[in-house]
């Protein structure tokens, strides 16, 4: 597929080019990959002036991501991308192996530091999602913050580079810059732009912003920084679709073959009917999720590949609220049970009072199933990023799902996540959707073709 950049996405790509350090803060959406896919293969292949980018980036981002996205482009699909994952083994080759880019997940940071320590041969660096190295006293951003001197060239991504407050953005900006613009040291930052908040004698537990801090540190770090949300910069679409591949494991790839081989190995090809392919959609998605009921309607949990995703996907959405479409009962008990675990404002829609609550900002993830939130739903004044965790193959509740959000008094461009897993069956039902009304001659075909595959395999 051929690349043509939207305006703002060149700007971007050109300031990666042309700057030695940058933050893209941008939406989810607006297409931060392929903008940096783009910057790395002409600073690689056209001018020369890198050598070895290294891309730190989230686990399942890093698994599956980035890869996809360069086998997506005609200008990229050709670049070797060599993910730096799995054991220290594991690991070492992927160090030792030839390659154009290099992934890792981000809590293998101080690895690779230490493991190279003075020979550090990445001479640009790409924080994906930025805002994970805003602790100054973490592992990793000392670990960063030791090698920044040997890197040639360091790119920022991320939505919200200040989810929990301005603080945050001083670790950021000083891997940019070296402090230069906020300050050499948290304290310096501190001390000019906040006043202590909640304390006792001896500590302080918190800090707020002076007046006018906002705009005199946006203006600090508005030449190496770049916000997408500014309308200086943008022209945006109504509707954004972000699609998020997901890797399974090496142990839940084999399950998922296993499973789904039993599961079509029972159906000839020949005499597969509506209702036949209906039921093993259902059971195919049900492992793309990760769990499967058996015949006495018992979960059976498979793998967590998804909802390691789908909760990396939260932590990137950096505090804006989210509307989740599950597609099974099971989904939504493991969902809940994930984020149980963190300090957001879950609810299961059930009733009007949610969606008043949604609208005036009192939930921070709404989960539905889209067969009861279709029509008369008006939660467009909560959010704006809806998140398919399981998808239908029904265009009709996929469609007016979706509406929810995007409809008359939304005030910020709607992006649709769709979680697939990778050769899973998710991918068939995502073409099936883009077809609209063939989904069900979609679906007939592609489980035909893939039982034939599988009876030929075997």
């Known amino acids: 597929m051929k690349y043509i950049p939207h305006s703002y996405q060149q700007y971007c790509i050109d300031s990666i ?35 070895k980018p290294l891309i730190i980036a989230p686990k399942k981002v890093a698994e599956a991501t980035w890869s996809t996205e360069a086998a997506k482009w005609d200008h990229t699909k050709n670049m070797r991308i060599v993910k730096i994952l799995g054991t220290s083994a594991q690991r070492m080759r ?9 992934v890792t997940n981000r809590e ?13 041969p990445f001479d640009m660096v790409v924080l994906d999602e930025s805002s994970s190295f805003k602790n100054s006293t973490s592992k990793r951003f000392k670990a960063m913050r030791l090698v920044r001197s040997r890197i040639k060239k360091i790119v920022e991504l991320t939505g919200t580079p200040a989810s929990n407050g301005l603080e945050d953005l001083w670790a950021q900006v000083y891997l940019l810059d070296g ?44 030449d190496i920084c770049i916000s997408m949300k500014a309308a200086d910069y ?30 079509l190995l029972q159906v000839d090809d020949s005499t597969i009917t509506a209702g036949s392919a209906g039921v093993l959609t259902g059971k195919l998605l049900q ?45 939504r008990e493991r969902l809940l049970n994930a984020l149980a675990k963190t300090n957001l404002r879950v609810r299961v829609y059930s ?70 897993i990778q050769g899973g069956m998710d991918e068939t039902v995502m073409e099936a959707l883009e077809s609209k009304g063939d989904v069900q001659d979609t679906l007939l ?14």
Not at 291 to 307: G, L, R, T
């Open 351 to 420: 009733r009007l009072q949610d969606q008043t609550d949604w609208n005036n900002g009192k939930i921070d993830v709404l989960l539905a199933h889209p067969a009861s939130c279709g029509y008369g739903l008006n939660i467009q004044g909560g959010g704006h990023h809806v998140i398919w965790f399981g998808l239908t193959w029904s265009y009709e509740q996929y469609d007016q799902s979706n509406k929810r959000l995007y409809r008359q008094g939304q005030e910020h461009p709607v992006v649709i996540h769709r979680l697939f």
């Open 94 to 102: 992927a160090l030792a192996t030839p390659g154009d880019v290099y």
């Open 234 to 263: 943008l022209t945006l679409p109504d509707m954004l679709v972000n699609d998020i591949p997901v890797a399974l494991d090496s142990k839940a790839r084999r399950a998922y073959m296993q499973l789904e081989a039993e599961l």
């Open 17 to 51: 080019i042309y700057n030695k350090a940058v933050g893209l803060f941008l939406d989810m959406g607006l297409g931060k990959t392929v903008v940096t896919l783009t910057a790395i293969h002409d600073l690689r292949f056209n001018r020369w002036e890198i050598a």
């Open 179 to 222: 402090g230069a613009r906020l300050g050499p040291t948290l304290s310096a930052y501190r001390d000019k732009y906040f006043i202590p908040g909640r304390r006792n004698q001896t500590t302080i537990f918190d800090y707020k912003p002076k007046d006018g801090s906002f705009e005199m540190i946006k203006q600090a770090i508005s």
């Open 445 to 458: 075909a592609a489980l035909k073709a893939r039982i034939t595959q599988l009876k030929k395999r075997g």
């Open 287 to 331: 492992l793309c999720n990760g769990a499967i009921y058996d015949e006495d309607k018992n979960i059976v949990p498979i793998h967590d590949c998804k909802i390691e995703a789908f909760m990396e996907l939260i932590e990137q959405l950096n505090g804006n609220h989210a509307f989740v479409l599950y597609n099974f009962q099971h989904d």
């Open 108 to 120: 293998n940071t101080q690895w690779i530091v230490n493991h190279f320590r003075n020979d550090w």
